[in-house]
């Protein structure tokens, strides 16, 4: 679940790279969605550490995720990201609950990072940027012909380098995220794990979003102009072919009238001998 929640705001947060009127906050899932990313997270660390009752840490983090559900649903708006967070953070709570030990509630964060990671690396290994193929589904999304598509983009040598750059960029925040916070974890430090990892959550992701517009939205807008003027002038020659073809059957028309009148005279004439 925690792996699906993640691959949720990884798309949404793509997904805003490929507009041209780019927004952190809109990147993000807007204020309300990131205080709710944030809330759960927080209300562990600060509980468990004023307590050191993982029992009461538990409830006090599961209330407040479902809380942020139940005032989404009374006030009739979208629940599906709310309640994949929900479901995410139940995961982590359950894992931390089942082995009686806190910090394992951020162990499905680092197995998370970890498939990332070779996810984005293997990408770059095939030639194939993971973050490319996101954004380029996201503005053309198919069910066939995936080669074609691949090698259609993959064309654009500057868009590539692009891609490749943004992608080595995520691989670099999922790593920084387990450079920094497994330490803390085997040192049994709950209050600074959590604190980093609340930190390097929203915050960084943000970041890390708004680093990958800088890369590739210039040069989506290249190639968004460098297609419309093909497209322009496609359709300019296909003006000009249908032009040339009614000129043709215009003058073709014209032949016929005037043998069909000279016909009609010829015979005229040869009726009057």
Not at 193 to 208: D, N
């Given at each position: 679940m925690?792996?699906?929640?993640?691959?949720?705001?990884?798309?949404?947060?793509?997904?805003?790279?490929?507009?041209?009127?780019?927004?952190?906050?809109?990147?993000?899932?807007?204020?309300?969605?990131?205080?709710?990313?944030?809330?759960?997270?927080?209300?562990f660390?600060?509980?468990?550490?004023?307590?050191?009752?993982?029992?009461?840490?538990?409830?006090?983090?599961?209330?407040?995720?479902?809380?942020?559900?139940?005032?989404?649903?009374?006030?009739r708006?979208?629940?599906r990201?709310?309640?994949?967070?929900?479901?995410?953070?139940?995961?982590?709570?359950?894992?931390?609950?089942?082995?009686?030990?806190?910090?394992?509630?951020?162990?499905?964060?680092?197995?998370?990072?970890?498939?990332?990671?070779?996810?984005?690396?293997?990408?770059?290994?095939?030639?194939?940027?993971?973050?490319?193929?996101?954004?380029?589904?996201?503005?053309?999304?198919?069910?066939?012909?995936?080669?074609?598509?691949?090698?259609?983009?993959?064309?654009?040598?500057?868009?590539?380098?692009?891609?490749?750059?943004?992608?080595?960029?995520?691989?670099?925040?999922?790593?920084?995220?387990?450079?920094?916070?497994?330490?803390?974890?085997?040192m049994?430090?709950?209050?600074?794990?959590?604190?980093?990892?609340?930190?390097?959550?929203?915050?960084?992701?943000?970041?890390?979003?708004?680093?990958s517009?800088?890369?590739?939205?210039?040069?989506?807008?290249?190639?968004?102009?460098?297609?419309?003027?093909?497209?322009?002038?496609?359709?300019?020659?296909?003006?000009?072919?249908?032009?040339?073809?009614?000129?043709?059957?215009?003058?073709?028309?014209?032949?016929?009238?005037?043998?069909?009148?000279?016909?009609?005279?010829?015979?005229?004439?040869?009726?009057?001998?």
């Open positions: 925690k792996a699906h929640d993640d691959a949720s705001s990884l798309r949404s947060g793509i997904a805003s790279v490929v507009d041209e009127d780019f927004s952190v906050k809109d990147a993000i899932g807007g204020v309300r969605g990131a205080i709710e990313s944030v809330l759960p997270g927080l209300a660390v600060v509980v468990f550490v004023a307590t050191r009752n993982l029992g009461v840490t538990v409830i006090v983090a599961a209330s407040i995720a479902a809380i942020c559900v139940v005032a989404r649903l009374l006030m708006q979208q629940v990201s709310a309640l994949t967070g929900v479901l995410s953070i139940i995961v982590c709570l359950v894992w931390a609950w089942l082995s009686k030990d806190a910090k394992n509630f951020y162990l499905p964060g680092f197995l998370t990072n970890a498939f990332w990671i070779i996810v984005l690396v293997v990408s770059l290994g095939i030639r194939i940027p993971g973050i490319g193929a996101l954004v380029e589904f996201v503005r053309n999304p198919v069910t066939s012909g995936f080669r074609q598509w691949v090698d259609v983009w993959r064309s654009d040598r500057h868009l590539l380098r692009a891609y490749v750059v943004t992608t080595w960029v995520w691989v670099g925040m999922f790593a920084l995220r387990l450079v920094v916070q497994l330490p803390l974890y085997l049994d430090s709950v209050g600074f794990l959590g604190t980093a990892r609340l930190v390097m959550g929203v915050p960084l992701f943000a970041l890390t979003i708004w680093i517009w800088i890369f590739i939205s210039p040069q989506i807008r290249r190639r968004e102009a460098q297609e419309a003027a093909k497209a322009a002038v496609q359709a300019e020659i296909l003006d000009m072919d249908t032009d040339t073809d009614t000129h043709m059957v215009t003058d073709a028309d014209t032949d016929t009238d005037v043998d069909a009148k000279t016909d009609v005279n010829t015979g005229t004439g040869d009726g009057q001998q």
